[in-house]
């Protein structure tokens, strides 16, 4: 330990003496620690932080069902009856809790905050075990709908100023008084990773604010998440089993809910709280670009190791007659490369801590430029353990790396040779020449892949961002408009306020047309429904269900779809009239090849009504970008189906920061209980669809 201390303090006195060299070498270390130490705090915020606030993480399960439609995902959500039989299944599972994610508005009605909320069982609080100050909800005020809520540790402080008699205090949320009974632990945000839940409430009590309600006795109303604890003794494995036979069971005693397109029994996964940490729709994005990115960041690391390398190789050679001298006078080979393997800790160790300072600084400015979202989003990038363990395993694999060859090149040098003189040492310079060499060249190598694969992901970007989507995406602007916290427009009301703002979109100069949709093209998450067609039967197994929007007049018109046939959705498409539908081209050539489409029927309610094609639309990429197959799509007139959102858009001459300001104002003066959530161009919605592209072309470059 005496020998290592004053290697240490050798080591540290010649890196000062030469500040030019240690700087360059801590810094571009820094660079390479500092970019796996940032993604892995994210990473680990994401995938390997156990929820805050829930004592014994390890027990608790998912339980998902799979979806009607056999092209859609196994891990999808499950009703309230479904729920009340999972929760039979003691044998297995302590406590079983369902959950549905909302946003509410709180505090002031006239400016309320708008807070993550999650509507929940009576079971929730005692499946997860967060302690509580006060109390959870009693089955009664489950049943009754009382007006109880449960807050965040977050929500006392900052909307409660943290007293210490919250409970029984009442608070306002979409307008409606609300008594708080319980205040959760703190670092507890809710079971949705990165969605920061404030509050939690009976599903009836939801359902009083004006949010949407679910039917508890409907097993067709599959919008609720399953979470349970596993019993004692009971594994992951038993559980899928007792799952395996419960599912057969369901199937066996309501075959019209529990079965697919396929006529076949959906089935059940349960999945540990580790492996369902992020929703799976999420999921599959993020786990591919997790991988993608760490390997994009562990190659930069190992550029920067070659790099420093290859420094301390082309400043070893003035240090071979030192070491000549030392082994000469009785010091060890080991102990010759144990000093040089002592400075190369030391420079990765200093890089360490500034690659750890950058993932704190960095962590703070992310959470800064989130995007702001309808949701409220919240992610932890603290440091804890396990970006520390990862960052001092960085530390040693770099002073590894860097330390090795020269260590090996000075401890080999022959004492005579080099005290001799110039003969043998132009030949060590020579093999060290050849060994920087080969990392320089390992170093272009390296970078020569990142570029390669910047360009490639820069050209897929570029080639998706320019290709035909088949509608048109300049010069089109979105606002997304939302009824008040609290107020539950009628389907009345919302037609004449999508109406009102139309009309004064296209008396604004500069507008050609205005138009509205439940949503924009490329969402997140396109809406499908269940179809029959009059005349057609299906084969086994055969996928009928169908993406579509809920479209107000004119709007292909607005967006710039062709019509090829037909006619577009006017004013006259409402309630009382003759149920109307615009289907794609590709909808058509499927089921009425040959034939026109104009005049069929097709239904969506298991044939109670039909809907009649009115017109045929062009082929549009309305659902995702990119090189495939273009899917059936389904147009309906949003006067005669309801209110389903209203997404305005606004074909505009020229489309600026300015203009989508001032058709903000003017849709919100005509509806006072109306407000534009968010406002966009159509060219932002499409780069938006294909984020996952744009963060890896933005990192490779």
């Known amino acids: 330990m005496k020998g290592l201390f004053q290697d240490i303090r050798y080591s540290a006195r010649k890196l000062m003496r030469q500040p030019g060299f240690t700087l360059a070498a801590l810094f571009t270390l820094a660079l390479g620690i500092g970019a796996n130490a940032v993604l892995f705090t994210l990473i680990n915020a994401l995938l390997l932080r156990p929820p805050g606030g829930v004592p014994s993480p390890e ?71 967060v302690p509580l100050r006060g109390r959870a909800f009693s089955a009664q005020e489950a049943e009754t709908g009382a007006q109880v809520v449960v807050v965040s540790h977050n929500f006392w402080q900052r909307h409660m100023g943290a007293t210490p008699d919250a409970v029984g205090r009442t608070v306002q949320l979409n307008g409606k008084p609300m008594t708080v009974i319980g205040v959760a632990a703190q670092g507890f945000q809710g079971s949705l990773r990165g969605f920061e839940t404030s509050a939690w409430m009976p599903f009836r009590t939801a359902a009083a604010l004006g949010n949407a309600a679910i039917n508890t006795n409907s097993r067709g109303d599959n919008s609720l998440l399953v979470i349970a604890r596993l019993q004692k003794g009971a594994t992951v494995e038993t559980a899928q089993r007792r799952m395996n036979l419960l599912a057969w069971q369901l199937f066996t005693a309501f075959p019209d809910e529990w079965s697919n397109v396929e006529d076949r029994g959906r089935s059940l996964t349960v999945l540990s709280e580790k492996a369902a940490r992020i929703p799976p729709q999420i999921g599959k994005i993020a786990y591919p670009l997790t991988i993608l990115l760490s390997a994009i960041v562990a190659l930069v690391l190992l550029i920067c190791c070659a790099n420093v390398a290859g420094l301390m190789i082309a400043r070893a050679s003035g240090l071979t007659r030192e070491m000549g001298i030392r082994v000469s006078i009785g010091a060890s080979r080991m102990r010759i490369a144990r000093l040089l393997l002592v400075e190369s800790a030391l420079l990765a160790i200093g890089a360490s801590a ?33 970006v520390i363990l990862f960052t001092t395993f960085l530390a040693v694999f770099a002073a590894m790396v860097l330390g090795m060859a020269p260590a ?37 190598a390296a970078s020569v892949v990142l570029l390669v694969t910047a360009l490639l992901f820069l050209r897929s970007m570029g080639s998706a961002m320019s290709s035909d989507l088949g509608f048109t995406t300049e010069n089109i602007a ?28 296209d008396a604004t100069p500069s507008v050609r047309k205005a138009s509205w949709s439940s949503a924009a093209p490329l969402q997140f998450e396109a809406s499908r429904r269940g179809t029959m067609i009059e005349h057609y039967s299906p084969g086994k197994g055969e996928d009928m269900e169908f993406h579509f929007s809920m479209v107000g007049p004119s709007y292909l018109t607005t967006i710039g779809v062709p019509l090829k046939r037909g006619r577009d959705l006017t004013v006259q498409d409402r309630q009382g009239s003759v149920p109307a539908v615009i289907v794609n081209e590709t909808f058509a050539q499927r089921f009425w090849p040959g034939k026109d489409p104009i005049g069929q029927r097709i239904s969506n309610d298991g044939g109670a009504t039909f809907a009649t094609v009115v017109g045929v639309a062009g082929d549009a990429r309305m659902v995702e970008v990119g090189t495939g197959d273009i899917k059936p799509y389904m147009f309906f007139p949003s006067l005669q189906q309801g209110y389903w959102g209203i997404v305005l858009h606004a074909q505009v001459d020229n489309l600026t920061a300015e203009m989508l300001v001032l058709l903000r104002d003017r849709v919100e003066q005509t509806a006072p209980r109306w407000k534009v959530e968010s406002q966009k161009t159509m060219t932002n919605q499409v ?5 996952p592209q744009r963060i890896a072309s933005a990192v490779l470059t």
Do not use: C
């Open 408 to 444: 090996l090149s000075a401890s080999r040098a022959d004492p005579a040779s080099v005290i001799k003189g110039n003969a043998t040492q132009a030949a060590l310079g020579r093999r060290r020449f050849s060994l920087r060499s080969m990392l320089v060249g390992a170093q272009v």
């Open 59 to 129: 027990s608790l399960v998912r339980v998902y069902k799979s979806d009607h439609s056999v092209s859609s995902s196994p891990l999808s959500a499950s009703s309230y009856a479904d729920y009340l039989d999972y929760a039979k299944a003691t044998d297995v599972f302590s406590g079983v809790a369902v959950h549905m994610a909302q946003v509410v508005g709180a505090g002031d009605p006239a400016d309320p905050a708008r807070i993550g909320l999650e509507t929940v069982s009576d079971s929730y609080f005692p499946v997860l075990g």
């Open 354 to 386: 500034i690659g750890l300072v950058a993932a704190v600084w960095i962590g703070e400015i992310v959470t800064q430029l989130l995007p702001r979202l309808p949701v409220p989003i919240s992610l932890d990038f603290g440091i804890d353990h396990r």
């Open 478 to 505: 979105l606002l997304s408009l939302a009824s008040e916290p609290g107020y539950q427009p009628t389907d009345e009301e919302a037609a004449r306020v999508a109406l009102a703002a139309t009309e004064i979109l």
């Open 687 to 691: 780069a938006a669809s294909i984020m």
